[in-house]
């Protein structure tokens, strides 16, 4: 019997350009147990169905998958603006993102085990230009344990 640990399971899901029935077809595909919110702000009125309170209850009603939000894995109001406003690039974006995320000592914050089967949530459609990638990435080099990455 190996002693090395199971590898936690992450996935990452964006709720832009994506109907309900899809959004929620993909988390019960991959059995995830609790959606992790990492958007700055979940009660953004351009969210529709993921708007906090709305998606707690949806979630739970709908797939019996727990939610939480955490805003140590959101970017800053500031780097939010910056890259939206054209100041700085993906590529700055990016490296602020992931020396804030170093400077907040996010890996120690969390349990690993906590984040097995779960699932970082922004709205960003696509993961290759989006937060929770990285967060998933950052917390997948930091951690001891081997993380497995699925982007839904």
């Keep these: 019997m190996s002693g090395a640990a199971a590898a936690i399971d992450l996935f990452t899901i964006g ?44 979630l739970g009603r709908i797939a019996a998958i727990a939610y939480r939000h955490e805003p140590l894995l959101a970017p800053t109001a500031k780097l939010l603006d910056d890259v939206r406003a054209g100041r700085i690039d993906w590529a700055g974006y990016a490296n602020d993102y992931l020396a804030l995320l170093s400077a907040r000592a996010v890996e120690a914050r969390f349990e690993p085990a906590s984040f097995d089967r779960a699932c970082l949530m922004c709205s960003e459609a696509e993961p290759a230009h989006c937060h929770r990638r990285l967060a998933a990435e950052y917390l997948r080099q930091a951690w001891p344990r081997p993380v497995a990455i699925n982007h839904l």
């Design 15 to 58: 709720s832009g350009r994506s109907s309900a029935e899809h959004f929620f077809d993909r988390l019960v595909r991959a059995r995830a147990r609790v959606v992790v919110d990492v958007r700055l702000r979940p009660w953004s009125r351009l969210s529709g169905f993921a708007r906090k309170p709305d998606l707690p209850f949806l």
